[in-house]
């Protein structure tokens, strides 16, 4: 392996200055998925086969009903299985494909039925919970479904799941059914991100927080608290991992995650920064895989805020920045790639239902002078020191930004410089992740620099009134017209006119400005050539070894 000079690539880091990149192409491989009985694929002999992922993310909660970041799911997405998982690298787009069950249909629009393997088994290494092996059936994925359903045991997947279903019930030992409360086109995909875990360790006060135990292709086996966490192959499951390791190392710092990677010191690097791009591109040990959907990131207006209900004065907030500006400050570069575009206010991928940029264009507008006007239309004029006030209230608020990423912290400290400008006394604040996260769903926040609401039925959790609270993107703007698009959409199965409805509710809650605005980023994932099968779903959100994708590592 090709070795880089570590001081020399950290004076050009720091020289440059840190921004982050990806393209919004994407890659997919046509290989059949893996199967039960593939071989092992193999290193230098007797050398043990570690996968290292550099993540970003420190672990804001281990436990399975509650994920705060992609850290969390990093780890519990290999350790525990859902019923069934959504690929993102199938070549049409997301495809749900098996995991607990092997199988599901519709019998009707709102029954969903499940056939559960009957080779899965809770994982007995690692953990003083099972020491046998015992089977998974229907009426355990039924006592989680329970459990996540019932609002008071607090699960992020709570407002997801309460509007959609009515009730589940086990038909027998290995056949589970969803009893939906309306029709639904995004039912799967809520049902995807429920990881089954077992209920004896509520029943015996286990804590899973600490021991994680399910039935996926790894075991957890330790956990250096915003270190790192190792991870060995489970073997019980159903398909033998190509690898013996796994160690996932946090790295906050993306510059630094980069040298690792050309240092051969780790092998997957999520976000490759800008500046990092042609440097790993160039370097023939390394390859770059694009993520195929612009991640949203944005600027949100925290509208319990007696400031905020004021309309124009989100108007006149959103029309001061420059998000243009902003974007090509962040992204542009000489690589070649697109790697983020202006969202123009809108919040819906351009790869996802709703989107429709050149409508959101259509009416995006930076114009400094009318912000102004529209903030002395609501009552503010300006004091002596240039800052507008209004009832001896000074117009003067913080942008909290996550520290984890260095572009949501410029996001927030230039949109903070374009507000100063017309006499709002803004200010960046950056926050550490689950500080932040925990005060966005509690309203303790003014405006906030956020990320999310990349998937199917996105807008649910970014806009909608009730699966919106109490989590990582909460807006508190209540509205009924904009609740109703969004359930008829997601409940209207033609996709015709489901599109329509949807584009309808996207242009609801840009118009409302409940988002200052904000951009798609395109994600470049650095990688070593010698990882293998990685690019069948280029992400870390789900299992590395399944029934579609079981990543490797070669010899050096």
């Known amino acids: 392996m090709k070795k880089r000079s570590l001081a020399l690539l950290l004076a050009l880091v720091l020289a440059i200055g840190l921004t982050m990149g990806g393209c919004n192409s994407s890659e997919t491989s046509e290989d059949p998925a893996n199967s039960e009985g593939n071989e092992s694929q193999s290193g230098s002999e007797g050398e043990e086969r570690v996968l290292t992922i550099a993540s970003p993310y420190a672990i804001g909660s281990l436990t399975p009903w509650i994920s705060n970041s992609d850290g969390d799911r990093y780890v519990l997405g290999n350790v525990y299985e859902a019923l069934i998982e959504a690929n993102t690298g199938a070549a049409d787009g997301v495809e749900y494909v098996p995991a607990i069950a092997e199988s599901w249909e519709y019998t009707d629009d709102m029954t969903l039925v499940f056939k559960i393997r009957e080779n899965v088994y809770w994982q007995t290494e690692g953990n003083d919970l099972f020491d046998e092996k015992v089977q998974v059936t229907a009426h355990d994925v039924k006592a989680v479904f329970d459990f996540v359903l019932d609002e008071t045991n607090a699960s992020t997947e709570w407002g997801d799941l309460n509007p959609l279903i009515e009730s589940v019930e086990a038909t027998d030992d290995f056949t589970f059914t969803v009893h939906a409360k309306k029709p639904s086109a995004i039912l799967l995909n809520e049902i995807s991100g429920v990881l089954i875990f077992p209920m004896k360790a509520i029943e015996e006060d286990f804590d899973l927080t600490q021991q994680p135990v399910g039935t996926g292709a790894f075991i957890f086996a330790d956990y250096k608290v915003d270190d790192s966490v190792t991870l060995t192959p489970n073997p019980d499951y159903r398909v033998t991992p190509n690898v013996d390791k796994v160690v996932i190392e946090i790295v906050p710092d993306k510059a630094v995650a980069a040298i690792a990677l050309q240092n051969g010191e780790v092998d997957i690097v999520p976000q490759i920064l800008t500046t990092d791009l042609e440097a790993v591109a160039s370097d023939e040990d390394l390859k770059l895989i694009p993520n195929s959907v612009g991640w949203y990131r944005y600027i949100g207006i925290n509208c319990s805020n007696e400031i905020f209900q004021d309309l124009k004065v989100r108007q006149a907030i959103s029309m001061a920045i420059d998000f243009e500006a902003i974007t090509e400050t962040l992204f542009g570069n000489d690589f070649g790639a697109t790697l983020a575009v202006n969202s123009y206010g809108g919040a819906v991928p351009p790869e996802f239902e709703g989107a429709d940029l050149e409508a959101w264009k259509a009416v995006y507008e930076y114009n400094p002078e009318k912000a102004q006007s529209l903030l002395e239309e609501a009552g503010w004029t300006k004091g002596s020191d240039g800052i507008y006030e209004k009832d001896g209230q000074k117009l003067s608020f913080a942008i909290k930004c996550p520290t984890n990423d260095q572009n949501r912290v410029k996001l927030g400290e230039m949109a903070a410089t374009y ?17 932040m996260t925990a005060d966005i769903a509690s309203g303790n926040t003014e405006l906030f620099v956020m990320g999310g609401g990349s998937v199917v039925g996105g807008m649910n959790m970014l806009f909608h009134s009730v699966t919106s609270q109490g989590g990582s993107h909460n807006v508190f703007y ?41 951009y798609f980023e395109y994600v470049q994932i650095g990688m070593n050539k010698r990882v293998t099968d990685f690019e069948k779903s280029p992400t870390l959100w789900y299992s590395l070894c399944n029934d579609y994708r079981n990543v490797g590592v070669d010899g050096e």
């Open 419 to 435: 507000l100063k400008t017309i006499g709002i006394d803004a200010s960046a604040q950056p926050t550490e992740w689950a500080t």
């Open 478 to 518: 209540p509205d009924p017209e904009l609740d109703a698009l969004l359930d008829e959409g997601y409940a209207t199965i033609d996709d015709d006119a489901r599109i329509e409805i949807l584009k309808e509710a996207a242009m609801r809650a840009l118009e409302n400005k409940v988002h200052a605005g904000g």
